[in-house]
């Protein structure tokens, strides 16, 4: 019989493809002009947004009530020993240009844990998943970080946040064109985190990220063996926190040069 778990995890995957096909449906076509909203600086906001945190929220209150719930745009909705954490859209200014590289992201955290989690890329017909202890799979095929060891060799994705001063992305930035690594920018925390768990980049490093931007990812990141930063530390739950993920065998270069 599947333990109250199991239960949990594939009932996430079903839902957050669901989610994923309606933030798909409501994808406006490329080069359509621009009507998302802006909650802060390049900080975007859609109805679709909306509509796919919504729709995840009812679904799992009906499924768990018991469970807690937290949203990126409505914030804490409900409390429980377990909590649901998602981000309806990561990658919305991908999104609302009609361009793929956008997911939904759903995660379970017992307090500070997370114990699965789940993204699902509709647009690049991607579904990552993974539960504490039981791996990470990509369209149901196992992944792993990859097994590069020099940083000369390795690309490494650089997440920008209004969050942090720009001298010190531009240092971040710099500090890894130094290292001889081929720096990229895609426009999505959660994705990015996840090509490292799937062996397609050797790190990702981004000064700060929310926990809905990577609760997910974390598992992914963990069972697929990356080297993952203590992100859940301190305020990282409520405020937020430095993010960095990487291939093991560039962890201790990427943590010097990024500070943490």
């Known amino acids: 019989m599947p333990s109250a778990l199991d239960r949990r995890f594939d009932t996430a995957i079903a839902l957050a493809e669901a989610a994923a096909d309606l933030a798909l449906d409501m994808r406006p076509p490329p080069g359509a002009p621009v009507t998302?909203?802006?909650?802060?600086?390049?900080?975007?906001?859609?109805?679709?947004?909306?509509a796919v945190e919504r729709f995840l929220s009812e679904r799992l209150a009906a499924a768990f009530p018991a469970d807690g719930f937290q949203g990126e745009e409505g914030?804490?909705?409900?409390?429980?020993?377990?909590?649901?954490?998602?981000?309806?859209?990561?990658?919305?200014?991908?999104?609302?240009?009609?361009a793929p590289r956008f997911c939904?992201?759903?995660?379970?955290?017992?307090?500070?844990?997370?114990?699965?989690?789940?993204?699902?890329a509709p647009a690049l017909g991607e579904t990552f998943a993974a539960r504490a202890g039981g791996g990470a799979t990509l369209n149901g095929v196992p992944?792993?970080?990859?097994?590069?060891?020099?940083?000369?060799?390795?690309?490494?994705?650089?997440?920008w946040s209004p969050r942090r001063p720009r001298s010190a992305f531009l240092a971040l930035y710099e500090g890894v064109l130094d290292s001889g690594?081929?720096?990229?920018?895609?426009?999505?925390?959660?994705?990015?985190?996840?090509?490292?768990?799937?062996?397609?980049?050797?790190?990702?490093?981004?000064?700060?990220?929310?926990?809905?931007?990577?609760?997910?990812?974390?598992?992914?990141?963990?069972?697929?063996?990356?080297?993952?930063?203590?992100?859940?530390?301190?305020?990282?739950?409520?405020?937020?926190?430095?993010?960095?993920?990487?291939?093991?065998?560039?962890?201790?270069?990427?943590?010097?040069?990024?500070?943490?």
């Open 143 to 159: 992944i792993r970080a990859a097994t590069t060891t020099e940083l000369a060799r390795a690309t490494v994705e650089i997440g």
């Open 104 to 120: 939904v992201s759903l995660a379970l955290l017992d307090d500070r844990t997370p114990l699965l989690g789940v993204l699902v």
């Open 181 to 260: 690594a081929a720096p990229r920018l895609g426009g999505s925390g959660a994705l990015g985190v996840a090509d490292v768990a799937a062996g397609r980049t050797d790190g990702y490093v981004e000064l700060h990220i929310n926990l809905w931007d990577v609760a997910a990812a974390l598992v992914i990141a963990t069972e697929a063996g990356a080297a993952v930063n203590r992100f859940m530390d301190g305020e990282g739950p409520t405020a937020g926190n430095p993010i960095r993920a990487s291939a093991p065998g560039v962890a201790d270069a990427l943590a010097r040069l990024s500070g943490f």
């Open 75 to 98: 914030g804490a909705l409900r409390a429980g020993t377990l909590r649901w954490v998602v981000d309806p859209i990561d990658g919305t200014a991908n999104f609302m240009r009609g």
């Open 36 to 50: 998302a909203s802006l909650k802060g600086a390049q900080d975007w906001l859609t109805q679709a947004d909306g």
